[in-house]
């Protein structure tokens, strides 16, 4: 599976929607809404700290490591 973007989880506890969030982050809704819906092949550090800043969360709130299952068809 790989990572798994947890955005729309904090927004949600947060009681925020996307257009303000993009506002208070500095990027597009249509930027953000990339990255909510885990489309985005990178972030950059700076969204993410002000993600966090913003949400009061730390990466791990928003970012997901999970790994691949892999059958054992051996």
Do not use: H, W
């Amino acid at each position: 599976m790989g990572i798994i973007v947890n955005l729309d989880v904090m927004m949600a506890k947060r009681k925020i929607g996307t257009g303000d969030l993009a506002v208070k982050v500095g990027i597009t809704p249509a930027n953000l809404s990339i990255l909510k819906t885990g489309r985005a092949k990178a972030v950059r550090f700076s969204t993410l700290c002000k993600l966090c800043e913003c949400l009061n969360c730390q990466p791990g709130d928003i970012l997901e490591y999970v790994p691949d299952e892999k059958e054992d068809n051996e």
